[in-house]
């Protein structure tokens, strides 16, 4: 496993597994079992994928020690604020049967965001929370954040894949010291994704399938990906990523595909936006 480190100088598995749409519990901790079989450390669930308990089993199954995996979680829109973030911040640790995490994402960048980080950087400071992080933020919304706040985020997760290859932001977030995270690697498999001609042509060059072709692509640039899948023999293929680099010419083939557009949601819609602020999970 190759690994970034963050801010702060916590290390963080460039590659994780993504629990998102895997609620059903038997089913979840067969995955994520079958993730720490083949290899993978960080595990990235959330609050809102109701499926915390089943990851914190199977971690407990796996017998492997707390201190070398790297679990990431979320705080949900409900839950921002100062209060609301503190009791959430605990209901999640108690679902994953840990007295601490790894990392604690501000799941969207809605609501009481600044009352949140709040009680996140009193967490972090209390050694509660190894790194503190944000998903969703656009440049001038981390920018805002960092500008009222002691601690930056360590981690920007953004949707980022072949379609939408987020070049400002990556640039931005190189100057501030944030590792970015990218969420939907395979842009969920929308627009084709598998059978993209760029990804295609490029595995059967390497021998290796469009899916790792896209996650070495990403952990190359020192961007962590945590793709899903439910399948035993996905879950190991794509945790095969590292054994090969593409050529420069090959990168700039993959860099004439983006979009500049996201392809699973767009934060500047005002429609999607009301749609996650009213989304509400059951405690
Ligand atoms: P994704 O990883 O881009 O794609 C998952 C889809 O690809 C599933 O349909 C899966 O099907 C398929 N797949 C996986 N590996 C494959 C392979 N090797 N060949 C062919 N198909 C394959 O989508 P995602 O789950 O939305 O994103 C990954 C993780 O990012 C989530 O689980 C979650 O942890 C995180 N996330 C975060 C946010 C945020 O706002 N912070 C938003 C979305 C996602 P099978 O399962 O049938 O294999």
Redesign the pocket.
């Known amino acids: 496993m190759k690994y970034t480190t963050l801010n702060n100088g916590v290390e963080m598995p460039l590659l994780g597994f993504?629990?998102?749409?895997v609620e059903e519990p038997s089913a979840c901790v067969r995955c994520v079992s079958d993730a720490i079989a083949a290899g993978y450390r960080l595990l990235?669930?959330?609050a809102a994928y109701l499926n915390e308990e089943s990851v914190g089993r199977a971690v407990r199954q796996s017998g492997i020690p707390r201190d070398e995996m790297f679990i990431t979680t979320?705080v949900w829109v409900q839950d921002m604020g100062y209060e609301r973030t503190k009791r959430a911040f605990a209901r999640s640790l108690a679902r994953l049967g840990t007295d601490y995490l790894d990392l604690y994402?501000v799941?969207?960048p809605f609501g009481d965001v600044f009352g949140a980080w709040r009680a996140m950087e009193e967490l972090y400071r209390e050694g509660r929370i190894r790194a503190i992080g944000v998903?969703?933020f656009s440049i001038p919304r981390l920018a805002d954040l960092m500008a009222h706040h002691e601690t930056a985020p360590a981690v920007n997760?953004v949707?980022m894949?072949l379609f939408h290859q987020q070049r400002a932001m990556k640039e931005f977030a190189g100057k501030c010291g944030i590792r970015l995270e990218a969420?939907?690697?395979?842009?969920?498999?929308k627009r084709d994704f598998?059978r993209n001609e760029v990804l295609s042509s490029l595995a059967e060059k390497y021998g290796r399938?469009?899916?790792q072709v896209e996650l070495n692509w990403l952990v190359r640039q020192g961007v962590a990906a945590?793709?899903?899948?439910?399948?035993r023999e996905?879950i190991e293929?794509?945790f095969d990523v590292f054994g090969f680099s593409l050529s420069e010419e090959d990168d700039a083939l993959i860099a004439a595909c983006d979009t500049g557009r996201p392809v699973?949601?767009d934060f500047e819609d005002p429609g999607f936006v009301h749609y996650l602020c009213t989304r509400v999970y059951d405690v």
């Open positions: 993504g629990v998102y749409q990235d669930t959330a979320k994402l799941h969207m998903c969703n997760q949707e894949h969420w939907s690697p395979f842009a969920e498999g598998f399938t469009v899916a945590i793709p899903k899948s439910a399948r996905r293929e794509n699973v949601g």
